[in-house]
């Protein structure tokens, strides 16, 4: 599993578990093996599965950070792993909104 060396950003084995209310069909509709895109709204993707927006800030202290999708945080809290962004230990994961 790519969480195991989490240090690149770009890492795509999370995906799996795109929720496909969050996305769109890309421009080319293929039957079984269709690409999926997030919505144009969404330019910031998660720096982990690149396929959901970043809504699930780690939470380590006082402070924070927004660099994932809420399921990809999860997957870090449940796997014991450090804060990808200052490598400190994760306290909790907060789904966050923006507006």
Same mark, same amino acid.
């Given at each position: 599993?790519?969480?195991?060396?989490?240090?690149?950003?770009?890492?795509?084995? #999370?995906?799996?578990?795109?929720?496909?209310?969050?996305?769109l069909?890309?421009?080319?509709? %293929?039957?079984?093996? %269709? !690409?999926?895109?997030?919505?144009?709204?969404?330019?910031?993707?998660?720096l982990i599965?690149?396929?959901?927006?970043?809504?699930?800030?780690?939470?380590?202290?006082? &402070?924070?950070h927004?660099?994932?999708?809420?399921?990809? %945080?999860?997957? #870090? !809290?449940?796997r014991?792993? #450090?804060?990808?962004?200052?490598?400190?230990?994760?306290?909790?994961?907060? #789904? &966050?909104?923006?507006s």
């Amino acid at each position: 599993s790519c969480l195991s060396n989490l240090v690149v950003p770009n890492c795509n084995s #999370l995906s799996s578990s795109i929720d496909s209310q969050e996305l769109l069909p890309s421009s080319s509709p %293929a039957p079984s093996s %269709a !690409k999926w895109r997030l919505p144009d709204s969404c330019p910031d993707p998660c720096l982990i599965c690149q396929s959901r927006p970043k809504n699930g800030c780690i939470v380590h202290g006082q &402070t924070g950070h927004l660099m994932s999708c809420y399921v990809c %945080a999860r997957k #870090l !809290k449940k796997r014991d792993k #450090l804060c990808p962004v200052c490598r400190l230990p994760i306290q909790s994961v907060v #789904l &966050t909104y923006l507006s």
